[in-house]
């Protein structure tokens, strides 16, 4: 499904050891993505950040239809 190539490209991304939640949800033509990455809990909120950052622009250039993309973080 839609999920599927995202789910991808979201785990393919630096620093993300685990993709815990994603949920998509199509509006028009846009689709709004809420996803939930863990990444490795010994590193700062600034790297986590930063990783989170990474993955949402990974997403937005690979897929322009996105309108939306909101990234937690969690500890792995």
Do not use: C
Request: net charge positive; proline share 3%; glycine share 6%.
């Amino acid at each position: 499904g839609l999920g599927d190539v995202y789910k991808r490209q979201i785990r393919k991304s630096r620093g993300v050891e685990r993709l815990d939640l994603l949920r998509t949800r199509m509006f028009g033509n846009k689709v709004y993505i809420d996803a939930e990455i863990a990444v490795d809990g010994t590193l700062s909120l600034k790297d986590a950040h930063a990783i989170a950052e990474d993955v949402h622009d990974n997403v937005e250039k690979k897929f322009p239809n996105t309108k939306h993309i909101m990234i937690h973080v969690n500890p792995a």
